[in-house]
C-alpha cells in the first residue's frame, strides 16, 4: 500500500494563494492516480481535482476549476494542489487520496492522507 502525507495548508486571505503538497511513501508512485477532495465542517467530503498515472489528464470540480491546477512529479513521489483566487468557501480539510484506477468520488480511492486545514479569511 501507499502512505500519504499532505502539507501547505494554512490561514491565507480571500484572494491569495496555497500550494498544498502530498507526498507518498511505500509503492511506486507512477502506479497510482491521485486525487484532492475536501470538506468543510458539518458537509461531506467532495471531489476537488485529480491526475493520471503520468500526469497526462486532469479534471476538476467546477467550483474550483480555473483556479486550482493540480500536477505531480513522479520522480519525487509528490502531487501537488495550487490554489489561486481563494474564496472564504473554499475553506476545508484538504485530503489527498491514491488508487490504481481513475475515479472521481471519494469511494473510488482506497488509500487516504489525513489532510491538512486550508482557512481563508474574508
Known amino acids: 500500500q501507499v502512505q500519504l502525507v499532505e502539507s501547505g495548508g494554512g490561514l491565507v486571505q480571500a484572494g491569495g494563494s496555497l500550494r498544498l503538497s502530498c507526498a507518498a511513501s511505500?509503492?511506486?508512485?507512477?502506479?497510482?492516480?491521485m486525487g484532492w477532495f475536501r470538506q468543510a465542517p458539518g458537509k461531506e467530503r467532495e471531489f476537488v481535482a485529480v491526475?493520471?498515472?503520468?500526469?497526462?489528464?486532469?479534471d476538476y470540480a467546477d467550483s474550483v476549476k480555473g483556479r486550482f491546477t493540480i500536477s505531480r512529479d513522479n520522480t519525487k513521489n509528490t502531487v501537488y494542489l495550487q490554489m489561486n483566487s481563494l474564496k472564504p468557501e473554499d475553506t476545508a480539510v484538504y485530503c489527498c487520496?491514491?488508487?490504481?484506477?481513475?475515479?472521481?468520488?471519494?469511494?473510488?480511492?482506497?488509500?487516504w492522507g489525513q489532510g491538512t486545514q486550508v482557512t481563508v479569511s474574508s
Open positions: 487520496a491514491a488508487d490504481y484506477g481513475l475515479g472521481y468520488d471519494s469511494s473510488s480511492f482506497r488509500y
Open positions: 511505500g509503492r511506486t508512485f507512477s502506479n497510482y492516480v
Open positions: 491526475i493520471s498515472w503520468s500526469g497526462g489528464r486532469t
